[in-house]
């Protein structure tokens, strides 16, 4: 995108591999959150379609690789508000580069659970889940870097940690982000595998659409709670992401 959003979306993918910290904070939220959902799916005796719809649900992958997205932006997000960005522009940019960098996990999840179970007619149903899983996840991970920052201190060790005095709220946060994904998720999964059950591909697609339909809405909505956070707090987000020295 062009603007200020567009410039920090940018120089976040570009610097989200940049470090051994950032790239594996990526590598490994990414195989835990697909791991999470597909594995159980995988090893039934019968993994059947389901697997492919479940390969799509990149939720808690999005969420675990980058629910603290501005934790190594702090002298970055600085040079940024004082070229003229406001928090509206940090959060639109963070959100995209988040839905950017996780989206291979849309694609790749539904592919994987169908070159296992041979479920290939429920593949184009996989990705709009996926879809509606990124867009999801994505809007869930702004909402928690936002609303709680964790400064990560400045090293290339991948193993540092950062500020813990938030461990707690951040917990909390993260509980109640999976609670409102869950509500929101839910009744459309029980939609899918009622879909499912019956061999009604048509039924499966059109339950697909609305996941990314909803998708999109968490998306928006998390952008919009993350704005509104924000909004007036410049100085006050940029000291807690900004590591001690």
Avoid: C
Avoid at 1 to 29: K, N
Avoid at 36 to 51: E, I, K, Y
Avoid at 88 to 95: I, N, P, S, Y
Avoid at 175 to 184: K, R
């Amino acid at each position: 995108g062009s603007g200020a959003a567009g410039a920090i979306a940018w120089r976040s993918i570009l610097t989200r591999f940049r470090t051994p910290r950032t790239a594996l904070e990526a590598i490994t939220g990414a195989g835990v959150g697909l791991a999470a959902v597909l594995v159980p799916a995988l090893v039934r005796d019968n993994p059947g379609a389901g697997a492919v719809l479940v390969g799509g649900a990149v939720q808690l992958a999005v969420l675990f690789m980058s629910g603290n997205s501005f934790g190594v932006d702090g002298p970055a997000l600085s040079s940024e508000l004082l070229s003229g960005a406001d928090g509206r522009d940090l959060v639109r940019g963070k959100a995209r580069s988040i839905a950017i960098v996780a989206s291979p996990l849309a694609i790749l999840g539904p592919l994987l659970a169908a070159s296992l179970t041979g479920e290939w007619r429920y593949l184009a149903a996989g990705f709009g889940v996926g879809v509606g899983g990124l867009l999801a996840g994505a809007g869930a991970a702004i909402v928690q870097s936002a609303l709680v920052p964790i400064a990560i201190p400045e090293s290339d060790n991948p193993f540092a940690g950062g500020e813990t005095g938030k461990g707690l709220l951040a917990a909390l946060l993260l509980a109640g982000v999976l609670t409102v994904l869950a509500i929101a998720t839910i009744p459309i999964a029980l939609g899918l595998f009622w879909a499912t059950d019956r061999g009604a591909i048509g039924l499966v697609t059109v339950f697909a659409a609305v996941a990314v339909l909803v998708g999109w809405g968490l998306f928006r909505l998390g952008v919009h709670v993350a704005t509104r956070h924000l909004g007036g707090r410049e100085p006050e987000f940029v000291a807690a992401v900004t590591p001690a020295r």
